[in-house]
């Protein structure tokens, strides 16, 4: 619990900052923590590469809570998902369907690889990354102040990996 904490203080503090700084994490709190930070720290766009919302770090209160918050400032959500789970269990669904107005959700084919290895990401604006490079256990390289790195993943998700996913968006109704 005290370990959970001090990654806590410790993601609150590079991301409240914008700090260019590169570190890692592994396992569904922690992703859960630095994606609840993404949200809390974009103002206008949040992209997600993703398998789905199985509910491992989608389920999380502090996660739900920030995601919410987000959306009810205004801000767009766009996520391709590898497997249309939205008729499952996982909590982000019904805030996704209540601010359906924000969010475009697809169904896509297309997957991303480094070095052979499938990865899932999200940008938060246009500067903050979580690269997830082991998407069985959540491993991940998070930045929150880097706006290159952030823009090769913003071009590649909409320019490579949307097109094609349009023609199958998730319904939320």
């Known amino acids: ?36 930070r993404i949200f809390k720290y974009s103002n ?10 199985n509910g491992a770090v ?3 209160e502090e996660y739900l809570k920030y995601l919410e918050a987000f959306l009810q400032r205004g801000g767009r959500l766009k996520i391709l998902a590898e497997e249309d789970l939205s008729k499952g269990a996982s909590k982000i669904f019904k805030i996704l369907k209540k601010h359906r107005q924000n969010v475009e959700l697809y169904l896509t084919h297309s997957r991303v690889t480094l ?7 999200a ?11 082991g998407t069985r256990d959540y491993t991940a390289q998070v930045n929150f102040g880097d706006a290159s790195e952030a823009d090769i993943f913003i071009r590649l998700f909409d320019n490579n990996l949307m097109p094609g996913s349009k023609e199958k968006p998730i319904s939320l109704n």
């Open 44 to 53: 206008k766009e949040v992209r997600i590469l993703c398998g789905g919302f």
């Open 123 to 133: 940008v938060g604006d246009d500067k903050m990354l979580r690269l997830e490079t």
């Open 115 to 121: 070095k052979d290895t499938p990865v899932h990401f």
């Open 58 to 60: 989608s389920n999380d």
């Open 1 to 36: 619990m005290k370990e959970l904490l001090n990654y806590t203080e410790f993601v609150e503090n590079l991301a409240s900052k914008g700090k260019d700084e590169v570190f890692f994490n592994s396992g569904p709190e922690h992703a859960a923590i630095v994606m609840s």
